[in-house]
Structure formats: structure tokens, C-alpha cells
């Protein structure tokens, strides 16, 4: 228990979305002796999406002591071995790849991997298709579930999907097991103190809930964080183009046993397609300066055949970029409110904990001084940038075409140094491990995530005319790296026999 948060510390979080309910769990199991409570109007209700995690989420739930027997059957949750990229590349042989979560056992996989992407963009013809190095890429081609039998040395890296109003449901009740108290009030303004300070929230029947500190999960609204301390917000609107969202989930397809989110390339953004024990969740993320909704729907509805049907679509509007400081005074924004970097790459949740648990950290640490807090804003603010700098990395690498969306993500030179250094990297042939390092952004997304995007979408220096390898370039054999995977995948089990055991208890 840290002795820097005084017992009946007030931490008064404004939001019951998955953000809020996320905070409440992660504060009230490391800081027990504070007095912590969620106030949330039922009336605005939530986003309701947000059906995919990173593995981040794994150690969320573990570092709860929350099983998954517990709460995936309890939220129609599955597991996710990565995400399948269709339609993003038009270069014969890449209509599609694979991006696995990093795990241990791709230590014997990625050396080779790494060795033939780096020929490969030499203008040898050697295989860096990231589809064959991965053992997770065939789970998913299987529809298998990333568990392993117990004798297997190795652990999976894995995430879920779910149905976010479950998920925030399931937190709801275990927040409360840890002490964490639910108001039910529409906040109306936030009382500043004196020094500038929040004191209190002021509900619109007049009540006021008083707190020492204040975490801002009220969405993109961002009520107490943007409205009322006036922090700035920064968007990413100019390498990012993406604002809008159409959401329309389908029943499920009992053929299907899909472990992996599909992200298929539309004409003006991408649709995702999360498997959910009882359903689908179907969703078209696009740029509304291309393409109207009405238009963008009726995309989507034929993408999924439903032109004919009347399943109910949803329409959002995202506000992408962030804010420029998380943490200004005795406020802290988590979730929507800080910022959002699109969904793709499914990313959100990750960001949530990582800026409660650096929150807390620091706070640890220094309590609300300065220092401290600078160092968290700058840490959080990087790590945005270095997980939006991947994500426009898909649109900026894109070998479509087809449409003015594509074209001018292509042509888009609103890149960060770190992405344009990347990218001159890749292709002047040099040194991708070495400049990922010297960067520092492997913590971000590793050297495999970004040989996987660039290779997959077959984006070479060089794309014809591969000249045959010498023989010191021949040094991993294509039919040992398959042989090694497909004897590991012996050890795993139908992602539907593994979650319907779960559910059978
Ligand atoms: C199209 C789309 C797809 C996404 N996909 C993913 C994904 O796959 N993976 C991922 O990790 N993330 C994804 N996200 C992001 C994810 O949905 C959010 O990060 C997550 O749901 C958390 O939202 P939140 O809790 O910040 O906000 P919300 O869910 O909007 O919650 C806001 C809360 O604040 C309350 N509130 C607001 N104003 C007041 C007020 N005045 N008084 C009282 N209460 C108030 C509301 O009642 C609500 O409880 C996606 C987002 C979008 C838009």
C-alpha cells in the first residue's frame, strides 16, 4: 500500500465507460485505503464500442486476479491472435498479412524472418512473407485459440474481443467488490476552487460530490479535463484522415471460428470484423471528407451482404489526436477524453491503462508536483505518438490506388521525423533493427510489427526482377520454419471447442 495517497483520499472519476471503470479497478486495487467513487448520467450511456484489446488487456484482468473463466464468458469474449490485414495492398502475392502480438516463441522464428526481410529489400528472392515465421498467423489461419497444452515451453501473446458494454458492466461489479462507490448524477459544471483547482462536481439536481483529485472519463466531451481546464487539444486530423465510424453488428456465423480481427481495406477507410461468442461486430471506419454516411453505409452493407437488410447501423464521429497534457493540475483524462488514435490496431484500452498505471507511478513518486507531472504528460504524449506514427504508417504505405482516399494517404507528407526516418530506412535498404532502436520505439510497436506492415504490404524498395540469393544468403530453409510451426500448432485446440469448455465451466 503506498503511503502516498492518505487514507480517504477523494478520487471522484467522471465517466462509467470502459476508461472510468478500468480507472476505478486499477486505483482502488493499488491504492486501497482511498476513497474512490464513479459518477456517471446512465441517460448519456456509453460509446458502446470498442471489441478489440492488445495483450495489454491479459495483464489487466491477471493483475486484478480476474480469471478468464470469470469474466469472457461473462462479456462474450474471445480470443484474438492478431489482426488480418485484406485489401491494402494491390502488388500480386500481398492481398493480405498477418500482424502478430510479439511472443517468446518467435524467437526461433523472427531471426530468419528479419535475415529475409532485410534481402528481400536488397532485391533478393528470398520469402519475407510475415504469414509463414508466425506461429500465431497459423492459429488464426486455423481458427485456433492462442492456449496452449500444458507441457508447451512456450507462452502465447494475445488479446480479446468482447462486447464493451459487458466488459464495462463486469468492472462496474468488480470496482464495487473493491470498495469503489457508483453515483448516478448528470454533472452539469465542475467547482473550481481558489487556486484553480477542482473541488467539486455539480450534478443537475444540485448536488455536489467533492474530491481531492478527479479523473476526466467522460469521453470525447472531455468535460473536465478540456471544458473546464481549458487543456488544448492537438489533432491529428492531417496525417490521420479518418473522423467517422458506421457500426453494425451481425448475428454470428456458426461456420465461423475466427481467433483474429479481420481490418479490410474499404474505399474511403477500413472495416473491421471482431468475432464475439453472439455476434459480430461489423464497423466501417472512414474519412468523411471523401465519402457521405449514407454512402459509406451502403458500402458497408454490401461489404457484408446485407444490402437487403434491415439490421440497424450505427453512426459515430471520432475526434482524432490528443490533448496536450493528460494531467494538469488535480485532473487526470483517461480514455476518450485524453485523446484516440482511430481503431485500428485496436489500441484505446492499452493507452487507458498505461496512462493509469504511469498516473499512479508518479504520483507515487511526487505526489502533484510539477516534475513529476511534466514527466508523466511527456511519456504519455510520446507513447500517443509513437502508436499514431504505426497506424498512419498503414495508410502512408498503402498500394491502393483506387480511390482519392487512398491516393492522398498515399502522397500524405504530414509525417513525424520518427515515421519519415523509418520509412527512409526501409527504403534506402538500410538498417531496420538498428533504427528502431536508436529511436526507442520498439516499445511502441517492435521491429516485427513494422517488417510485417511494410512487407506484408509487399512495399519493397525493389518489387520485380529479385535476383536469385547466393548461397551465404540462404541460411534459413523455408520447410524447417514450417515444419517447426505446424509441429507447435499440435498443441493447440479449436478456438470454439476452447471457449465453448469455458462457457460449460
Ligand atoms: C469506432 C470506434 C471503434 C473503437 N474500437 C476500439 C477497439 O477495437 N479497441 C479499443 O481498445 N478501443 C476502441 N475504441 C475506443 C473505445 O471505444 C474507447 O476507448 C472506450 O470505449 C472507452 O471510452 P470512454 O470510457 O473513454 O468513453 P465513453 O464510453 O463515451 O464513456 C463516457 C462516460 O462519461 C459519462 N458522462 C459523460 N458526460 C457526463 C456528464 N455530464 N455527467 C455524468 N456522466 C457523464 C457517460 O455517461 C459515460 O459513462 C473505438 C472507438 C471508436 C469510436
Redesign the pocket.
Known sequence: MSEAIRPGFRIVI????????MAANLLAARWPQADISV????????????????PQLKAFFDGLGVAETDWMPACNATYKNGISFHGWSDRPGHSSYFHPFPAPIDVHTSPAFFFHSHYRRHGYDLNADPDRFFLSAWLARHGKAPIPAENFPFEMAYGYHFD?YRV?AFLRDHARTLGVGHIE????AAVLAETGDIAALK?DDGREIAGDFFID?????S?LLQETLKVKFRSFADNLFNDA?I?MPTPPDPARTNSH?RATAMKHGWA?D?PLTNRSGN?Y?YASRYVTADEAETELRAHLGLLDSDVEARR?T?RVGRVEAPWRRNCLA?????G?I??LE?????L?QATVEGFMTAFEKGGATNAEERAFNAEINARFEGVRDYIVCHYRANLRGDTAYWRDNAANDALSDSLRRILACWFSRGDMKREIADQGVAKYYSLTSWLCLLGGYGNYPRADGLAPPPPELRRFEMAKIDDFIRRCAYNFRDHKSVLAAMTAG
Open positions: 467522471l465517466g462509467g465507460g470502459t476508461a472510468g471503470w459518477v456517471e448520467a446512465t441517460d448519456i450511456g456509453i460509446i458502446g464500442v470498442g471489441e478489440g484489446s492488445t464493451a464495462g448524477a448528470r454533472i452539469a450534478a472519463s467522460s469521453g470525447f466531451r468535460a465510424a457500426v480481427t473491421w471482431i464497423g471506419v459515430l471520432m483517461v480514455g476518450l477524453s485524453q484516440f482511430e481503431p485496436a489500441t484505446a484500452l492499452h487507458v
